[in-house]
Structure formats: structure tokens, C-alpha cells
């Protein structure tokens, strides 16, 4: 098969028999890990993005439980994805792995450019995507964002080039939120639903078998803030453009200690007139939640955890990284993605393969009191 399948991840995880019994969870369609390894780099610009290789942790990851791995476009000018392709070819060629083992999910919104840094970068944006007829001038936004259907048709055909596959398993719009300020909400949901009408003919082509949104802050602002995003609005958006089978499934939101809104704060309106936090709302809505940025780019350790969070994690014996990684894993998000890119953090995060999640008791004790970063 040319993407992930029910059958390929569940026999995947067959092979993790000694991990705790919820490690894995099932969306009805994928069996999914609670921890995904993800291949994002601050501040892409600098010069350890010559040096640095996410392979190594990626085989790792593949070998210790993880079968979900995110990217985006973007990542390091392209090279992330290049370097997952060259992390799946080996396994792949080794008999390692399957395809139908492992879920790919990357992300189109952001102008990639392509690596090294190109001297000028908005000379290549306009010879790469004006010029190229991808966009005009007034739809990238702060000359870094775009969401015409040209130009996503473009970064998923390259993402597909980049990481040497046939098909994605989960496609994002990413970050549309960073339109919002620039353009107007109805001007906003209007490019939304043209996003959407062009991942379904993507899905009908078999380049992407799902789809998503992956947003920082927009589905976790208040109702009235320039950035927010209304879920409902655009499920109804979905349901409009690919019907009552349409393929926006996923959705992908920070989660962690410092930025745990997704879970508390109620603030998106569902079906019945009332406001649910956004974890209960994609539950509402029958759409699967990924938990990304689970260690906030490691600023959660500016100062040693409470005690009480390892006792409440059940994670005592193990560090702080572990509690932050255990915390995001278990509320309502089906997973929590980190990034790692030395092989040795994958093995030590995969410690919690062996733990039970934390119960809905202390993850409430957590949530109420003031053991949270």
C-alpha cells in the first residue's frame, strides 16, 4: 500500500506487545502512537541546520514504538522532509518497515524557500511563486503565507517529492491564522473552503488520504481575538465542500503544562449552542486531535518541576522532560508529537511506553492547582 492502513499500523504495534496496554490508540481508521516525533527547528536560519540530521532519531523513534512522524514544508527549507525520505528508504529497503506501518502527516501554508537559505529570499518568492503563477503579490501574506489552491497543489506535490512517497497519510493547512490581521474573517473563511475543495481533489487523486488544520493560537484564542478560528465554522465548511464523507479529520494544537487551553478553556461553540474546551469540541465533531509542541521548545524547564507533578504523573522516578511528555499524552489529544534529533532523547522519551497515562483524577488535580509551570 501507498500510505498508512489499519491493518499495517496495527500490525506494527503488535511488535510493542511489552508497552502498556494504552500506548496505542485507535482513531477507527489508524492505530496511533501516544507519542510522535516531529521535525521542527526554531529558528531555521541558523547554522546548526547544516550540520544537524533528523535520520538517526527518526530510525530510532521507528524502532522503539513511534510510527507517526510530522513535518511540515517549511522545516529547515525542505530539508526535514528530505530527511525523513532518507530515514524511510533505508528501512523500507531493509525490510525494517512497512508503508502501510507508518503515518506521514505534513503541512502546506508557509513559503518553504529551499536549502541553503537562498541569498534573496523574496527574490525567490517571486520567481517560485508569483512568477510561477502561484499566487499574486496580495495573496502571500508577510511575504511567508499563501493559500491559494495553486500553490498548495504546488507544496503538496513537493512535499510528496521531498519525502519520496505517493501519498500523505494527513495533510494540514498550517497556521492560517497567520492571515488573520491581514485579511477579514469572510475573506478568510472563503480561502478556507477553496483550501479545502482542493485537499478533496487531492484526496480523489490519491496524493493525501486525509486531511487538517495545524494552528498554534486560532482555535484556542478568545471568541473576539483577531487570530481566532471557529471549529464549527469549519467543519460546516468541510462537510459543505467533500460531504458527509469529506476528509478533515485532524486537527493539530499545542498542549502542554504552560498552554494547557485546549483542555480547560471553553471556547468553541458546538452543535448544541454551548462552549466546550477544544479537545471536547473535536471529540464532538468525530475529528482526532494532535497535541504538538508537548515541551513549549523545551521552555517548560526554566526551573525544576513540583514534586507533586511527578507524583501525579506517576513519573517520579524518571525527569521532568518525562512528566511534561506524560502530562501531554494523557488528556484528550490522541497524541503528543516532540521533536528530538539526537537518537539517545528518542530512547529516553520511550520510557513511557512502559508507563499507564495518567489518570483523569490527576489529570484534573494537575489542571486545578498550582503545580502547573
Known amino acids: 500500500m501507498a500510505h498508512a492502513t489499519k491493518e499495517g499500523t496495527f500490525g506494527y504495534l503488535k511488535k510493542f506487545g511489552n508497552y502498556s496496554k494504552d500506548f496505542y490508540r485507535f ?5 496511533f502512537p ?3 516525533i516531529g521535525t521542527y527547528k526554531a529558528e531555521p536560519y541558523k547554522e ?11 530510525k530510532m523513534a521507528l524502532r522503539r514504538g513511534i510510527n507517526l512522524i510530522d513535518t511540515a514544508i517549511n522545516y529547515r527549507y525542505q530539508m526535514s522532509e528530505r530527511e525523513i525520505a532518507e530515514a524511510l528508504n533505508e528501512m523500507f529497503d531493509e525490510g525494517e518497515l512497512k508503508r502501510e506501518e507508518v503515518i506521514i502527516a505534513s503541512k502546506g501554508g508557509f513559503i518553504p524557500l529551499d536549502f541553503p537559505f537562498p541569498d534573496n529570499p523574496y527574490g525567490w518568492i517571486q520567481e517560485n511563486v508569483i512568477k510561477a503563477g502561484l499566487a499574486s503579490a496580495d495573496e502571500v501574506i508577510i511575504d511567508q503565507h499563501c493559500m491559494t489552491p495553486a500553490y498548495l497543489r504546488w507544496s503538496c506535490e513537493q512535499s510528496l517529492k521531498n519525502l519520496e512517497l505517493e501519498t500523505i497519510d494527513i495533510y494540514y493547512l498550517h497556521n492560517p491564522e497567520t492571515q488573520l490581521g491581514y485579511i ?8 478556507i473552503e477553496v483550501a479545502f475543495e482542493l485537499f478533496e481533489t487531492l484526496r480523489a487523486e490519491g496524493k493525501i488520504v486525509s486531511y487538517g488544520i495545524a494552528s498554534w493560537n486560532g482555535f484556542l484564542y478568545e471568541e473576539d481575538h483577531t487570530e481566532y478560528i471557529s471549529l464549527s465554522k469549519v467543519v460546516k465548511i468541510a462537510q459543505k465542500v467533500g460531504g458527509e464523507n469529506h476528509g478533515f479529520k485532524y486537527l493539530q494544537s499545542p498542549f502542554n503544562m504552560a498552554k494547557p487551553h485546549a483542555y480547560g478553556y471553553a471556547n468553541q461553540q458546538c452543535d448544541d449552542g454551548y ?4 479537545m471536547h469540541a473535536c471529540a464532538r465533531f468525530g475529528l482526532s486531535m494532535l497535541g504538538s509542541s508537548p515541551l513549549l521548545q523545551k521552555n517548560l524547564f526554566q526551573r525544576p518541576f513540583s514534586a507533586k507533578i511527578g507524583e501525579l504523573m506517576q513519573t517520579s522516578e524518571l ?3 518525562a512528566s511534561a511528555l506524560q502530562f501531554a499524552r494523557s488528556a484528550g489529544a490522541i497524541t503528543a508529537i516532540f521533536g528530538a534529533v539526537d537518537p539517545a532523547h528518542v530512547i529516553d522519551n520511550m520510557i513511557l511506553g512502559y508507563v499507564p497515562i495518567a489518570t483523569d483524577e490527576a489529570m484534573n488535580t494537575l489542571m486545578g492547582e498550582s503545580y502547573a509551570v
Open 27 to 31: 482513531n477507527g481508521e489508524l492505530f
Open 319 to 321: 525527569n521532568d522532560v
Open 48 to 58: 546548526d541546520n547544516y550540520i544537524i540530521n533528523y535520520a538517526e532519531a527518526l
Open 184 to 191: 477579514d474573517h469572510e475573506t478568510f473563511y472563503a480561502r
Open 275 to 278: 462552549y466546550y474546551p477544544l
Open 34 to 36: 501516544s507519542l510522535g
